[in-house]
């Protein structure tokens, strides 16, 4: 490990915090049973490799920068992606040397550990591809500063995995922060049993029981970095906008859209419901979403470089090229029996709710196999489309498959080289 975190003191509240309790809870090898959920949590960068870099080809060589990356974060990197090469860095010793230990025991030279702060990455002296810093920002001085400093390593064509608190998901979080403030508890190990048997005596409601399954209350680090932290913030979508424009950075995409959009989880809902929906702009729309659900208790999004062509990664929805851009499905089709003898479909995923589907989406949905051009779908479905309407039919359909989150679409690289007429941003 080299470098230094100058900016911090050794008194500084989140420094002491994560020297005493280093978070996540440690572990000695990343293949132990207890850390398999939180590995899996490393695989959006592959999943959602498509959505980051709809026009480009996936690569397996990425620079990866790891900010903020506490016990595990950087060698779970590593591990899965042995072809990147991967920096972490963070202010705690205690937690860098956690990493160093897992760097020997997987024998990871695709690792380097730096101790520095996320606002001086530009001291690495290095440019990265992709920034991963989830749950960091938000415990800065700055949150803004950091993130421009993140912004300044980034490659023209990278991007940044960004993870907030969300406000209104956090709310019992804050009200129990709160509480555990005016009792005067700091985060001492007699701190913790007096949490510990508060959340005992909590009332048995299905609010508090599904609280009480958090993962962070099985460690005395998870409690303290979930609620006795000293320095922390939440964040409404308007914020994480608005934290991103004075990063001088542009908003990309959410990680989940289904949260984001009507598509899912108000396809059921009245017409005039939908349709009043449907006439807000985009950020809009996204802060009317996160009202409505109020249980988003984290946001997951991306950010890149203002001077990237952003007809490298938003979908051309009212052109040409939609046509000619590849869909990829995650959902599977499910069809049953209605009650009125006829067939119901549905797109089903994995920990969603199934989205209903029309009979013709349904058609030309199941045409998706990672080849076929949109275009292609509408064709092969056997759906009586006229040529005059495919187009409109095409964004209807896969903007309503893209902003469930269940479907993704790669951008043609020729289709780069022509003038778009894209009627609003990315979804």
């Given amino acids: 490990m080299t470098g230094s975190a100058q900016d911090y003191s050794d008194d500084d509240p989140v420094v002491v915090q994560y020297e005493n309790w280093a978070y996540p809870a440690a572990v000695a090898d990343l293949t132990d049973p207890a850390i398999a959920d939180y590995l899996a949590t490393f695989q959006t960068l592959r999943n959602l490799s498509p959505a980051y870099w709809p026009s480009g080809q996936q690569r397996q060589d990425l620079d990866i920068l790891v900010a903020g990356c506490g016990t595990l ?43 520095c702060p996320v606002e001086r990455a530009g001291s690495l002296g290095l440019a990265f591809d992709y920034i991963s810093s989830h749950g960091v920002l938000h415990h800065l001085p700055d949150p803004a500063a950091g993130l421009k400093a993140l912004g300044s390593v980034l490659r023209p064509d990278g991007v940044i995995a960004l993870m907030l608190y969300g406000r209104y998901g956090r709310a019992q979080v804050e009200r129990l922060r709160e509480l555990f403030q005016q009792m005067g508890l700091g985060q001492t190990a007699a701190d913790l049993a007096i949490v510990r048997e508060t959340l005992a005596g909590l009332p048995d409601d299905a609010l508090t029981r599904q609280f009480l399954r958090s993962p962070d209350l099985r460690s005395d680090a998870g409690i303290v970095d979930l609620l006795l932290h000293r320095r ?10 608005t934290l991103t424009e ?20 108000f396809a059921a809902a009245a017409p005039e419901v939908r349709s009043r929906l449907a006439r807000l702009p985009d950020a809009e729309l996204w802060q009317a979403m996160e009202l409505a659900i109020g249980m988003i208790s984290a946001h997951y999004f991306v950010v890149c470089r203002k001077d990237r062509d952003p007809r490298s990664y938003r979908i051309p929805w009212g052109s040409q090229t939609l046509l000619e851009c590849v869909p990829l499905c995650a959902a ?31 058609a030309v949905f199941s045409k998706i196999d990672g080849r076929r051009t949109v275009g292609q779908c509408l064709i092969d479905s056997g759906v009586a489309i006229p040529e005059q309407s495919r187009l409109a039919t095409a964004d209807e359909y896969f903007r309503m498959l893209t902003r469930t989150g269940f479907g993704i679409l790669r951008i043609p690289r020729e289709g780069l080289n022509r003038k778009s007429e894209v009627t609003r941003p990315a979804d």
Wanted: glycine share 4%.
């Fill in 332 to 362: 599977k089709l499910a069809r049953r029996l209605a009650a009125s003898g006829g067939d119901e479909f549905a797109m089903v995923l994995q920990s969603f709710p199934p989205v209903p589907l029309t009979s013709a989406q349904a």
């Fill in 73 to 115: 974060a950087a060698a779970c990197y590593a591990y899965l992606y042995p072809h990147c090469r991967v920096v972490g860095i963070d202010i705690s010793r205690t937690s860098l040397a956690h990493e160093q230990r897992l760097k020997e025991h997987h024998r990871l030279a695709n690792l380097r550990l730096h101790h």
């Fill in 232 to 241: 922390e913030r939440s964040y409404t979508v308007a914020d994480c906008l």
């Fill in 246 to 265: 004075a990063a001088g950075l542009a908003f990309q995409r959410w990680d989940q859209n289904y949260f984001y959009h009507p598509d899912g989880p």
